[in-house]
């Protein structure tokens, strides 16, 4: 099979699940670039059916104990957004090597180093503020797909164990300015169009914090030790309502429970991508995005 044959059947069988059947298909002369206004394939549930999540004016939570199926699933949203030319990547990886296969098509990555964390945070934070100067100059209270015209598209930031930089390296100071600036994205970006997209190893309070996790729309619990570390990810109280990840067993990688807000949480089994796939959906979505910058 050809090279550009490959990439187009990866991404039909991939993406056939977001995007209309005529989109991308066998005739079709170059597959066409998702956008991050759509929703976004995650897995399906347990009746065999697609579940999907719009990560616009939201954010996604992701938390298991290691081995669970974390990186696996950061994938999906990571993937639809770089193939998303109409919004921009930010990748912080303490490990280089989960996100690290995406770095081509990223705005901006960050590797171990905490001050380039804070930085690129600090950096994000300006941007916010300035959007929100600009929609309150026009009476407006979020931004739309249409300000793409004006340079203004959704980022979409994505954190491969944020207690990496939390709670780990650095300094307390440091970890305190990374915390702050985290929450402050989390808890005021979505209206700007910045959504924050953060896993973490360490399902526990002082890495999720109630008032943090309260935050995100999307929450993702893939295996976790105890019915409490479950309660820490998707709320409390659910484990008593017989919602616990605790129940995943270990053996079912790339299980969990995704709760979206308002709703009650639905076991799933996120969608998966080999090494492989991640590589040639990379090189589309740099291809991609050359091509929409030029
Ligand atoms: N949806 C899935 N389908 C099939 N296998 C999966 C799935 N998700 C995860 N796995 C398997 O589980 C392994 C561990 O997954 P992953 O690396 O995503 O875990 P993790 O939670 O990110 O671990 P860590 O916290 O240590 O980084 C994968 O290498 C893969 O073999």
């Known amino acids: 099979m050809s090279d550009p044959t490959r990439l187009r059947v990866l991404l039909r069988d991939w993406l056939s699940a977001v995007t209309t059947p005529a989109a991308i298909c066998d005739e079709a002369p170059e597959p066409l670039a998702l956008s991050i206004w759509d929703p976004i394939h995650l897995g399906v549930d347990e009746h065999g059916q697609p579940v999907r999540a719009t990560l616009t004016y939201r954010n996604l939570l992701v938390a298991g104990e290691p081995g669970a199926g974390k990186s696996v699933a950061l994938n999906l949203p990571v993937g639809h957004a770089a193939l998303s030319t109409d919004c921009d990547l930010w990748l912080f990886d303490g490990k280089l090597v989960e996100l690290g296969l995406w770095r081509t098509c990223a705005e901006r990555f960050v590797g171990p180093d905490l001050d380039d964390a804070i930085t690129a945070l600090s950096d994000l934070?300006?941007?916010?503020?300035?959007?929100?100067?600009?929609?309150?100059?026009?009476?407006?209270?979020?931004?739309?797909?249409?300000d793409a015209a004006h340079g203004i598209s959704p980022v979409v930031a994505v954190f491969d164990e944020v207690a990496y930089y939390s709670a780990t390296v650095g300094t307390k100071s440091q970890r305190e300015a990374f915390s702050v600036a985290v929450r402050d994205l989390v808890a005021r970006g979505r209206a700007a169009g910045i959504i924050?997209?953060?896993a973490t190893q360490r399902p526990s309070s002082d890495i999720i914090p109630t008032s943090l996790r309260d935050l995100f729309g999307y929450r993702w619990a893939f295996r976790c030790t105890t019915d409490s570390s479950s309660d820490i990810v998707l709320g409390a109280g659910w484990a008593t309502r017989g919602y616990t990840a605790a129940a995943i067993a270990p053996e079912d990688k790339g299980v969990g429970l995704l709760l979206a807000e308002g709703g009650e949480p639905r076991r799933i089994k996120s969608a998966?991508?080999?090494?492989?796939?991640?590589?040639?959906?990379?090189?589309?979505?740099?291809?991609?995005?050359?091509?929409?910058?030029?």
């Open 272 to 294: 998966y991508l080999s090494d492989e796939q991640v590589y040639a959906l990379a090189d589309r979505a740099t291809i991609l995005r050359a091509g929409w910058a030029s």
């Open 196 to 198: 924050v997209v953060a």
């Open 125 to 146: 934070q300006v941007e916010m503020d300035r959007r929100y100067d600009l929609l309150d100059a026009q009476r407006r209270r979020k931004i739309t797909p249409d």
